[in-house]
């Protein structure tokens, strides 16, 4: 499976940008698709994930309300909606799949068997 990031960029503090992660190759393994980010000096963490089955969707506590993650099954794609930004969302956005079969939030990175190249956020204060 490979995992093409793109629609990171810079922009201003409230502003919005939509995140794509385009999947390829054997992705009816995929049982959920998630994003990470890593801002500079701190480890990765979870953002969001989504379920592929039954669409299920987590977040973490930060971005609730703000962002918004959704799939596409028939192209593959998941999308990350990421609005009322704050300069604390400044960082790299990863996309990530696991085949894992998931029953709680999927929010470590360990679970996660493929990943995408990565999409920079800059907010502006």
């Known amino acids: 499976v490979q995992l093409q990031a793109s629609g990171g960029g810079l922009v201003q503090a409230g502003g919005s940008l939509r995140l794509s992660c385009a999947a390829s190759?054997?992705?009816?393994?995929?049982?959920?698709m998630a994003w990470f980010r890593q801002a500079p000096g701190k480890e990765r963490e979870f953002v969001a994930a989504i379920l592929r089955s039954v669409g299920s969707t987590y977040y973490t506590d930060s971005v609730k309300g703000r962002f918004t993650i959704s799939g596409d099954v028939a192209t593959n794609t998941v999308y990350l909606q990421v609005s009322s930004l704050k300069p604390e969302d400044t960082a790299v956005y990863y996309c990530?799949?696991?085949?894992?079969?998931?029953?709680?939030?999927?929010?470590?990175?360990?679970?996660?068997?493929?990943w995408g190249q990565g999409t920079e956020v800059t907010v502006s204060s």
């Open positions: 190759g054997r992705t009816f393994s995929i049982n959920a």
């Open positions: 990530a799949a696991t085949r894992l079969v998931v029953t709680t939030t999927p929010r470590y990175p360990a679970w996660y068997d493929y």
